[in-house]
T-cell receptor
Framework: KQEVTQIPAALSVPEGENLVLNCSFT??????LQWFRQDPGKGLTSLLL?????REQTSGRLNASLDKSSGRSTLYIAASQPGDSATYLC????????????FGQGTELSVKP | GAVVSQHPSWVICKSGTSVKIECRSL??????MFWYRQFPKQSLMLMAT?????????EQGVEKDKFLINHASLTLSTLTVTSAHPEDSSFYIC??????????????FGNGTRLTVT
């Protein structure tokens, strides 16, 4: 059974700090991995998508990496801001799942001013 | 960028009534849409995969007669919660893939519908 896990469940950091969110997955036959942001009571905003053939993707202050051999992905946020406070979810798409995404539990990030 | 519109954003209904939620892809066509459910402080759980012009595929444990899905066009999928009960209260989110790369394309989400059954 394919599972996606995120640790920690919650994280609080002071403004300006660089931080890393972790995501692990059980099946290396992953097609791609996507990171999302969710604000309270809202839908999901896609942040970064990493194909299985890629090792990282960058967008502004965000950098996501993918290591299939270890079953891990990280989301690096540079110079964090209070506006970055949200829940961050990672999700994997697998070859044998027809494009469905399997989600981790999310990390609730709070950036204190 | 690709936009998925979901309506309504919130709804309150009485127990025993039915509620319809719409999911539209505004600037792209989506042959497949996905419906998720999210309980407070929990992650998203896939309910069903909606396929244009054919029957939806439901995940194990999801009652297809209770959660009716219709994908009548390439830009619209609907989820109807029939005979709703308080335990159906939840946050329902739809998603769709833009682009022609199939599974390689990112999944885009609507803003969700907060359903409260009294």
């Amino acid at each position: 059974k394919q599972e996606v896990t995120q640790i920690p469940a919650a994280l609080s950091v002071p403004e300006g700090e660089n931080l890393v969110l972790n995501c692990s997955f059980t099946d290396s036959a992953i097609y791609n991995l996507q990171w999302f942001r969710q604000d309270p009571g809202k839908g999901l905003t896609s942040l970064l998508l990493i194909q299985s053939s890629q090792r990282e993707q960058t967008s502004g202050r965000l950098n996501a990496s993918l290591d299939k051999s270890s079953g891990r992905s990280t989301l690096y946020i540079a110079a964090s801001q209070p506006g970055d406070s949200a829940t961050y979810l990672c999700a994997g798409a697998y070859y044998n799942q027809g494009g469905k995404l399997i989600f981790g539990q999310g990390t609730e990030l709070s950036v204190k001013p | 960028g690709a936009v998925v519109s979901q309506h309504p954003s919130w709804v309150i209904c009485k127990s025993g009534t039915s509620v319809k939620i719409e999911c539209r892809s505004l600037d792209f066509q989506a042959t497949t849409m996905f419906w998720y459910r999210q309980f407070p402080k929990q992650s998203l759980m896939l309910m069903a995969t909606s396929n244009e012009g054919s029957k939806a595929t439901y995940e194990q444990g999801v009652e297809k007669d209770k959660f009716l899905i219709n994908h009548a066009s390439l830009t619209l999928s609907t989820l109807t919660v029939t005979s709703a009960h308080p335990e159906d209260s939840s946050f329902y989110i739809c998603s769709a893939r833009a682009g022609r790369q199939g599974i390689s394309s990112p999944l885009h989400f609507g803003n969700g519908t907060r359903l409260t059954v009294t």
